[in-house]
């Protein structure tokens, strides 16, 4: 009976090592696929609308010239209703200092309206330099060996058996599975993330002209180009805050030891908690990124 015990323990204790080997290998994988989502968020982080060529002569072509020739009529109809607004008393208001006021706000408005393009152009290239001065390296985080702690754990457990063994090993395949998906879809949550960043700049650039044309009527009407020029810079700046998180989620707990399980006991909590210490820098990476317009706009005071 002890031989055929024995031989169970060992077998067991070999299903258990090879479960092991196996969550493992999940998160390999799923760190392979964050590695590569990564890159590509940096590469996407780093470009201009201006970069995206089909998507540039879209938001630039007809649709773009319409927006130029309502802003144009909006302009002036703004103009006239701000010089009305002003000057109700025109005894008192209609004077050769007001009325130099008002043109050359209505100049300028036309300036705008007219180098739109050119101005999103600048506050892009502005949110990619910084982006650009930034180091964007990161640190590579193996999960070759994430389970040698419990593994030696176990096998100085005097009073650990094969059921030990398959029942940390089950574990550790199941979480491996879950950990390796986590980090899967934080990786594919990141690259939607800076996609949908890229998109919505594009998408605000037919408006811009349209937008700016309140200018001209000064006071409440210059409030849509306000409002443009806040959502705008807040998207391009957005590009800063996702670098940063990619570039310091690991650095942030590379030695923290965030849940003490160096040295802990084998079981099922310890091994739950080294699985979420491992996938902790994708998630606050992910979450970060997330949140990255609403930082922005708190930090800026952009609405």
Known sequence: MGLISSAIDSALESVGSGMMDTGEWMLQGGYAVWQSCSALTMEYVKK??????????????????????????????????????????IRNNFTLENTFRFFVRFAITASLIVNSLALVNGI??????????????????????????????????????????????????????????????????????????????????????????????????????????????????????IALAISISFGLFQDANLFGTAGAEATIVTLILQICEYCMPMITACACVKGAEMTVRRCLGLG
Do not use: H
């Not at 020739?69 to 703004?78: D, E, K, M, Q, T």
């Not at 574990?171 to 879809?185: E, H, N």
């Open 48 to 89: 201009s609308p201006m970069a995206q060529t089909n998507a540039w002569a879209i938001v630039t072509g007809p649709v773009y010239s319409l927006s130029l020739g309502i802003a144009a009529s909006l302009a002036v109809l703004f103009f006239v209703m701000g010089w009305l607004r002003e000057s109700i008393d």
């Open 124 to 241: 892009t290239e502005c949110a990619t330099a910084v982006v650009g001065t930034m180091n964007t390296q990161m640190k590579e985080v193996d999960a070759d060996g994430i389970f040698d702690d419990l593994r030696a754990s176990i096998e100085e457990d005097d009073a650990a058996d094969g059921g030990t063994w398959l029942a940390i090993g089950f574990g550790s395949m199941v979480g491996g599975l879950l950990g390796g998906l986590v980090i899967i879809v934080c990786a594919v949550t990141l690259v939607l993330s800076v996609l949908s960043r890229l998109f919505k700049l594009l998408l605000c650039i037919p408006f811009a002209p349209v937008a700016f044309a309140g200018f001209a009527g000064g006071a409440e009407f210059s409030q849509t180009g306000i409002a443009w020029l806040r959502t705008f810079i807040g998207y391009a700046l957005e590009a800063v805050v």
